[in-house]
T-cell receptor, first 117, second 114 residues
Framework: AQKVTQAQTEISVVEKEDVTLDCVYE???????LFWYKQPPSGELVFLIRRNSFDEQNEISGRYSWNFQKSTSSFNFTITASQVVDSAVYFCALSESPNFGNEKLTFGTGTRLTIIP | DGGITQSPKYLFRKEGQNVTLSCEQNLNHDAMYWYRQDPGQGLRLIYYSQIVNDFQKGDIAEGYSVSREKKESFPLTVTSAQKNPTAFYLC?????????????FGDGTRLSIL
């Protein structure tokens, strides 16, 4: 069975500091996808990134960057120069083998990030 | 603008009552999903549907029912059999086809017991 662990329940940092959110996953499949979503106070989940298991290149998008390491089954998310608008709950999720009709997501329990002005 | 609309935003249920949560999407997505979110927990899958007139149970389907009569709509009924229905319910949709397209989410419905 697949599992996603976000060990950091809550993190608080002062604005402009960098912060890394950890995500560790378990799966028996060799083909899988990893996702990060942001849930602001308004409640909806906002898609941030999708990564497949064959692409271990790190990715950067503005102040956001992701570090995917298959050797440690981790997919960590770093926010550089944090801003108050980054305050939200962040979820890491895993989807196994892309079989048609089996694209379910397993979510971690989320990390609540608070940026202190 | 394309998106997912969930209604109502807040819903209250009396004991022994069934209630239905609405979810409509105009993204032309084939797949739709219902999740339940409890405080301090991740999202848990209730039901999902990959195509009209077909749906599958997720991890916590007991006490819930769904229908998928139209591509755009995937209503969720919380029945009286669901003994602990207080939660935040999120609907999502995605393309299908084997590439694990990201799911797009609605704003959610918060259900409480009177």
């Amino acid at each position: 069975a697949q599992k996603v662990t976000q060990a950091q329940t809550e993190i608080s940092v002062v604005e402009k500091e960098d912060v890394t959110l950890d995500c560790v996953y378990e799966t028996r499949d060799t083909t899988y996808y990893l996702f990060w979503y942001k849930q602001p106070p308004s409640g909806e989940l906002v898609f941030l990134i999708r990564r497949n298991s064959f692409d271990e290149q790190n990715e950067i998008s503005g102040r956001y960057s992701w570090n995917f390491q298959k050797s440690t089954s981790s997919f960590n998310f770093t926010i550089t120069a944090s801003q108050v608008v980054d305050s939200a709950v962040y979820f890491c999720a895993l989807s196994e083998s892309p079989n048609f009709g089996n694209e379910k997501l397993t979510f971690g329990t989320g990390t609540r990030l608070t940026i202190i002005p | 603008d394309g998106g997912i609309t969930q209604s109502p935003k807040y819903l209250f249920r009396k004991e022994g009552q069934n209630v239905t949560l609405s979810c409509e999407q105009n993204l032309n997505h084939d797949a739709m999903y219902w999740y339940r979110q409890d405080p301090g927990q991740g999202l848990r899958l209730i039901y999902y549907s990959q195509i009209v007139n077909d749906f599958q149970k997720g991890d916590i389907a007991e006490g819930y029912s769904v229908s998928r009569e139209k591509k755009e709509s995937f209503p969720l009924t919380v029945t009286s059999a669901q003994k602990n229905p207080t939660a935040f319910y999120l609907c999502a949709s995605s393309k299908v086809g084997g590439s694990n397209q990201p799911q797009h989410f609605g704003d959610g419905t918060r259900l409480s017991i009177l």
